[in-house]
């Protein structure tokens, strides 16, 4: 059987990388990998770790980009993918444009549409814009879902999908980072020496990303004041934050944020070095869905810059809050953990409700009962 991989962004790459491996552990498999690179530079450093080469590359990236040429223009490109290979499966994974699109493209072709990350939901199709309906359109078009969590699941029960048709598998992002956890720490990596000699080791880190559209404008200004007081009112902390390529996350966070000493402000860092680093710091916050999944498993506690959440599980597991863009919540909740050690313990030790790491294991045993 024919099975293409679709994926474009950092993320997706990370999160589909377990799945590439362990589908072409299967012989019977013929797999592709194509990538739209609608993040190009992000992208590639995710491959190279992961040393994944595509077989097609639609290199849909353009300065200045937007959701209505990007979504023509991979729906066109896949054209070309789909009728050249002609997959039985194709997979695309979570909410971006190149899920959406990809899954539209998929479904054209008569393959079979596989959904890795499949029934997170907000139900506020505004928020996060445009991931929502992302998802929710590439959930309507898919014939398997496979969910990571109970809560995806009944989400996806909830809108009449057949039971039959959704896996729980935990999220694939948990195989990726074990599979990268204990290699970051061998490796011989540039990233990680630079990243090594910026760390204060007589200083609590908290580790900060942010880049979510909906927080554009006066979040990240609220963002960056909290930031700022946290960092002013604790000289045993020091804040480190790879900060967005995104013009609108770059010109608040460089304006407010820059010049104070126990801030050290950095260009994103690839997945080895980020992982190394979530794995010093004391406490993490940000606005990533991925970053807020990962780090239960590291036993850091997160601060989600977030009103809603697709997540409630880390929510209830009690490892992740909810702060929002408020000035105030942030500097309260980050103050509390820096100072109540007991409520800190408690917070690092408890599980993480994403996975066990053999997501793409599951994945690969449920399509075999399906050809
Ligand atoms: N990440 C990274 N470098 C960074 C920040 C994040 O490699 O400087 C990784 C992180 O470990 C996680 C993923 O990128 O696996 C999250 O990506 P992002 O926050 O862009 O997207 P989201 O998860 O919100 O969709």
């Not at 013929?30 to 190279?48: F, G, I, K, P």
């Not at 729906?75 to 699109?101: C, N, Q, S, W």
């Not at 000289?235 to 480190?240: A, L, R, T």
């Not at 991925?290 to 498993?297: I, K, L, M, N, Y």
Request: charged share 25%; proline share 5%; aromatic share 8%.
């Amino acid at each position: 059987t024919k099975h293409l991989i679709i994926f474009g962004t950092r993320p997706e790459a990370i999160k589909m990388a377990p799945l590439v491996k362990e589908f072409k552990k299967h012989t019977e498999f013929e797999t592709r990998v194509c990538v739209t690179a609608q993040h190009r530079e992000m992208l590639d450093q995710v491959l190279s770790f992961f040393d994944i080469q595509p077989d097609y590359d639609l290199n849909l990236m353009k300065p200045n980009q937007n959701l209505y040429s990007l979504t023509a223009d991979i729906i066109t490109e896949m054209r070309t993918v789909l009728e050249d290979f002609k997959p039985d499966f194709i997979y695309v994974h979570g909410d971006t444009t190149t899920t959406m699109a990809a899954s539209i493209a998929g479904f054209y072709s008569g393959a079979k549409v596989c959904h890795v990350e499949a029934g997170l939901r907000t139900h506020d199709k505004r928020s996060p814009f445009p991931e929502e309906i992302n998802r929710q359109v590439a959930g309507r078009i898919s014939d398997y879902h496979f969910a990571p969590t109970e809560q995806s699941k009944d989400n996806l029960l909830n809108e009449n999908v057949s039971q039959n048709n959704i896996i729980i598998t935990g999220n694939t992002v948990i195989d990726a980072l074990l599979d990268s956890s204990e290699r970051v720490n061998v490796i011989q990596n540039d990233e990680i020496e630079t990243v090594k000699s910026i760390v204060d080791s007589d200083k609590k880190l908290i580790l900060v990303t942010g880049h979510r559209r909906e927080n554009h404008g006066v979040g990240f200004i609220n963002i960056c004041e909290a930031l700022k007081e946290i960092a002013m009112a604790n000289s045993d902390v020091q804040i480190i934050y790879p900060v967005h390529l995104n013009p609108n996350v770059k010109g608040p966070v460089y304006e407010i944020l820059s010049g104070i000493s126990n801030i050290r402000l950095i260009e994103p860092l690839a997945y080895p070095a980020f992982v190394w680093l979530m794995a010093k710091s004391y406490m993490i916050i940000t606005d990533s869905g991925g970053v807020q999944e990962e780090a239960p498993s590291l036993g850091k506690p997160v601060l989600v810059m977030r009103d809603t959440t697709e997540r409630p599980e880390a929510v209830e597991a009690g490892t992740v809050i909810l702060v929002g863009t408020d000035k105030n919540k942030i500097i309260s909740e980050a103050q509390s953990l820096l100072t109540d050690t007991t409520r800190y313990q408690n917070m690092s030790a408890l599980h993480n409700p994403y996975g066990d790491g053999k997501a793409s294991q599951r994945i690969a045993q449920f399509i075999k009962t399906k050809y």
